[in-house]
């Protein structure tokens, strides 16, 4: 099910719709007219759980003590494994960001990480 996107005027939750546009800039966030796409279109439809949720966003990924590429050798075979493909697409652009060349990215989100994998990790 696809829920109608909500222009950016309409939107009631400032907190979640400037968290996003202000802290997600490595990919695609909104379409032309403004209306955000992917997972967060759904966070607005719902804010009063979608603020929560995006909370925990910046929480997460802030408090990490994985490195960057390595949080995303765990996010792109999992998003694969779901057909989540807003996450592929989103992950593969912090993946790449984060160093990760992108044929160890294409065989990551193929499923394939055991193939590239050293002692290192990544």
């Known amino acids: 099910m696809r829920l109608p996107n909500i222009p950016s005027n309409l939107v009631t939750s400032d ?3 400037t968290g996003i546009r202000e802290n997600l800039q490595d990919f695609t966030t909104q379409k032309p007219d403004g209306s955000l796409i992917g997972p ?6 719902f804010s009063a759980y979608g603020t929560p949720v995006w909370d925990l966003f910046p929480a997460l990924a802030g408090n990490s003590v994985l490195p960057k590429s390595a949080r995303e050798v765990s996010i792109l075979p999992t998003a694969a494994r779901f057909g989540s493909l807003y996450e592929l697409y989103s992950h593969e652009a912090v993946a790449a960001e984060s160093g990760l060349p992108a044929s160890k990215i294409r065989t990551i ?10 002692d290192s990790g990544v």
Request: charged share 5%; hydrophobic share 60%; aromatic share 10%.
């Open 40 to 45: 967060f279109n759904a966070l607005l439809h």
């Open 109 to 118: 989100a193929a499923g394939l990480v055991g193939q590239f994998m050293s």
């Open 15 to 17: 907190k979640l719709n």
